[in-house]
Protein backbone atom coordinates (compact mmCIF):
# COMPACT_ATOMS: atom_id res chain seq x y z
CA UNK A 1 0.00 0.00 0.00
CA UNK A 2 1.14 3.28 -0.82
CA UNK A 3 0.33 6.61 1.05
CA UNK A 4 1.19 10.06 0.22
CA UNK A 5 1.50 12.98 2.60
CA UNK A 6 1.59 16.59 1.32
CA UNK A 7 2.78 19.25 3.60
CA UNK A 8 3.77 22.97 3.22
CA UNK A 9 -0.25 24.37 3.12
CA UNK A 10 -1.27 27.88 4.18
CA UNK A 11 -1.96 30.97 4.04
CA UNK A 12 0.56 33.38 1.56
CA UNK A 13 -0.63 37.11 0.30
CA UNK A 14 -0.80 37.58 -3.24
CA UNK A 15 2.72 37.47 -4.75
CA UNK A 16 3.57 35.55 -2.29
CA UNK A 17 5.59 31.47 -2.25
CA UNK A 18 4.65 28.71 -1.00
CA UNK A 19 6.29 24.93 -1.30
CA UNK A 20 4.64 22.03 -1.33
CA UNK A 21 5.38 18.52 -0.39
CA UNK A 22 4.38 15.26 -0.80
CA UNK A 23 5.59 12.20 1.03
CA UNK A 24 5.88 8.74 -0.46
CA UNK A 25 5.48 5.69 1.63
CA UNK A 26 6.45 1.84 -0.18
CA UNK A 27 9.05 1.05 -2.18
CA UNK A 28 9.87 2.14 -5.60
CA UNK A 29 8.85 5.92 -5.85
CA UNK A 30 11.41 6.15 -8.23
CA UNK A 31 9.93 4.33 -11.12
CA UNK A 32 6.50 5.71 -11.00
CA UNK A 33 5.54 9.73 -12.36
CA UNK A 34 4.24 11.64 -10.30
CA UNK A 35 2.13 14.69 -9.92
CA UNK A 36 0.05 17.45 -8.36
CA UNK A 37 -3.86 18.54 -8.90
CA UNK A 38 -5.83 20.98 -7.32
CA UNK A 39 -9.57 21.62 -6.61
CA UNK A 40 -10.65 24.82 -5.84
CA UNK A 41 -14.14 25.22 -3.83
CA UNK A 42 -17.09 24.77 -6.60
CA UNK A 43 -14.97 23.73 -9.56
CA UNK A 44 -13.46 20.85 -10.77
CA UNK A 45 -10.34 18.67 -9.84
CA UNK A 46 -7.66 19.98 -12.53
CA UNK A 47 -4.14 18.80 -13.08
CA UNK A 48 -1.31 21.62 -11.72
CA UNK A 49 1.87 19.84 -12.68
CA UNK A 50 3.65 16.03 -13.50
CA UNK A 51 6.68 14.88 -13.24
CA UNK A 52 8.30 11.98 -15.37
CA UNK A 53 10.12 8.94 -12.92
CA UNK A 54 13.45 10.54 -13.26
CA UNK A 55 12.66 14.01 -13.80
CA UNK A 56 13.08 14.17 -17.25
CA UNK A 57 9.99 15.91 -18.81
CA UNK A 58 7.71 18.12 -17.30
CA UNK A 59 3.98 19.19 -17.42
CA UNK A 60 2.48 21.89 -16.56
CA UNK A 61 -1.28 23.61 -16.84
CA UNK A 62 -1.13 26.78 -18.88
CA UNK A 63 -2.73 28.80 -15.51
CA UNK A 64 0.72 28.10 -13.65
CA UNK A 65 3.33 27.89 -16.16
CA UNK A 66 5.90 30.27 -15.73
CA UNK A 67 5.50 30.03 -11.94
CA UNK A 68 5.66 26.90 -10.63
CA UNK A 69 8.34 24.30 -10.77
CA UNK A 70 7.75 20.23 -9.64
CA UNK A 71 10.46 18.42 -8.81
CA UNK A 72 11.59 15.63 -6.98
CA UNK A 73 13.70 13.42 -5.05
CA UNK A 74 13.86 9.78 -5.71
CA UNK A 75 16.66 9.38 -2.53
CA UNK A 76 14.04 10.75 -0.26
CA UNK A 77 10.86 9.81 -1.80
CA UNK A 78 9.25 13.11 -1.86
CA UNK A 79 7.58 15.65 -4.31
CA UNK A 80 7.85 18.88 -4.48
CA UNK A 81 5.67 22.48 -6.12
CA UNK A 82 7.55 25.55 -5.39
CA UNK A 83 4.62 27.95 -6.11
CA UNK A 84 5.93 31.79 -6.72
CA UNK A 85 4.20 35.03 -7.70
CA UNK A 86 0.79 32.92 -6.30
CA UNK A 87 -2.65 34.47 -7.01
CA UNK A 88 -6.05 34.70 -5.21
CA UNK A 89 -7.34 32.21 -7.96
CA UNK A 90 -4.32 29.72 -7.00
CA UNK A 91 -6.05 29.01 -3.74
CA UNK A 92 -7.72 25.21 -3.90
CA UNK A 93 -6.65 21.99 -2.23
CA UNK A 94 -3.55 20.42 -3.68
CA UNK A 95 -3.24 16.85 -3.65
CA UNK A 96 -0.14 14.72 -4.45
CA UNK A 97 -0.46 11.57 -6.97
CA UNK A 98 1.21 9.08 -8.46
CA UNK A 99 0.86 7.62 -11.70
CA UNK A 100 0.82 4.02 -12.57
CA UNK A 101 3.55 3.52 -14.95
CA UNK A 102 6.75 5.48 -15.66
CA UNK A 103 5.12 8.77 -17.16
CA UNK A 104 2.27 11.03 -16.19
CA UNK A 105 0.22 9.64 -19.47
CA UNK A 106 -0.31 6.54 -17.49
CA UNK A 107 -3.76 6.79 -14.91
CA UNK A 108 -3.12 7.95 -12.02
CA UNK A 109 -3.73 4.70 -9.08
CA UNK A 110 -2.62 6.26 -5.68
CA UNK A 111 -3.84 10.18 -4.30
CA UNK A 112 -2.75 12.00 -0.78
CA UNK A 113 -5.63 13.07 1.50
CA UNK A 114 -4.19 17.04 0.03
CA UNK A 115 -2.82 20.60 1.73
CA UNK A 116 -5.16 23.90 1.47
CA UNK A 117 -3.30 26.67 -0.51
CA UNK A 118 -5.22 29.97 0.12
CA UNK A 119 -3.83 32.95 -1.35
CA UNK A 120 -4.76 36.71 0.27
CA UNK A 121 -5.32 39.33 -2.22
Known amino acids: QVQLVESGGGLVQAGGSLRLSCAAS????????MGWFRQAPGKEREPVAA????????YYSSSVKGRFTISRDNAKNTLYLQMSSLKPEDTAVYSC??????????????WGQGTQVTVSS
Open 26 to 33: GRAFGVYA
Open 97 to 110: IRYSGLYYNTDPDY
Open 51 to 58: IDWNGGHT
